[in-house]
């Protein structure tokens, strides 16, 4: 199995960046294509970008342009880099991982899943 921590939300205002780290357990890293997820209150979680294992990238359309997603195979992590946050982007951040292929903007077709990490991005 994976375990998954994310870290590096905050409180920000808006216009501010923030990378947003999650590190994975185990050593087949590799082997999973990674996802960040975010679910703000009272809402649906939502899909933010993915990364493929042969770091293809996709993103939702609100943050395109915005957000980069990478990863760091040596060091068993992923990263969201927001930039030029809105109040909008408030919400907790998941990152998740997968083995299988599937539709990747759909939560149900990942294993593995983080604790979290809060960003609130005040106007």
């Known amino acids: 199995q994976v375990q998954l921590v994310e870290s590096g939300g905050g409180l920000v205002t808006a216009g501010a960046s923030l990378n947003l780290s999650c590190a994975a357990s185990?050593?087949?890293?590799?082997?999973?294509?990674m996802g960040w997820f975010r679910q703000a209150p009272g809402k649906e979680r939502e899909f933010v970008a993915h990364?493929?294992?042969?770091?293809?990238?996709y993103y939702a359309d609100s943050v395109k342009g915005r957000f980069t997603i990478s990863r760091d195979n040596a060091k068993n992590t992923v990263y969201l880099q927001m930039n030029s946050l809105k109040p909008e982007d408030t919400a907790v951040y998941y990152c998740?991982?997968?083995?299988?292929?599937?539709?990747?903007?759909?939560?149900?077709?990942?294993?593995?899943w983080g604790q979290g990490t809060q960003v609130t991005v005040s106007s």
């Open positions: 998740a991982a997968r083995i299988r292929s599937g539709t990747y903007s759909s939560g149900r077709t990942y294993d593995y």
């Open positions: 185990g050593r087949t890293f590799t082997s999973y294509a």
């Open positions: 990364i493929s294992r042969n770091g293809g990238t």
